[in-house]
């Protein structure tokens, strides 16, 4: 795509013969006024990563810190109790319907 990386204003423009191009690629049927739009949107998200590269790295890992609770054994449930609301339960498990 044509792009300059002068950062001059044209930085994100996009060429609607290129979005033709690839639109030809992906078998997509476009005529001039979408061709148009998708160029603008195009240089929209070309101008959007543009602005992350001027986003400064971190240079350094932050300390993490665990902010979840402990976890703690307790008891579960037993099979009769888990399969007692289901709809349909065969040999002890869950009985869904069949898929094909």
């Known amino acids: 795509m044509t792009t300059t990386d002068e950062g001059g204003d044209d930085a994100g423009v996009v060429d609607p013969d290129e979005v033709r191009h690839v639109a030809e690629l992906a078998r997509v049927d476009l005529d001039d006024e979408e061709a148009a739009v998708f160029a603008e949107q195009f240089a929209d998200v070309l101008d959007y990563f543009a602005a992350l590269d ?13 902010v979840m609770r402990a976890d703690e054994v307790r008891d579960g449930l037993t099979q009769e109790e888990a399969l007692a609301n289901a709809p349909d339960s065969e040999a002890g498990f869950f009985k869904g319907p069949r898929v094909s």
């Open 54 to 66: 001027e986003v400064p790295e971190v240079t350094d890992d932050p300390d993490l810190v665990n």
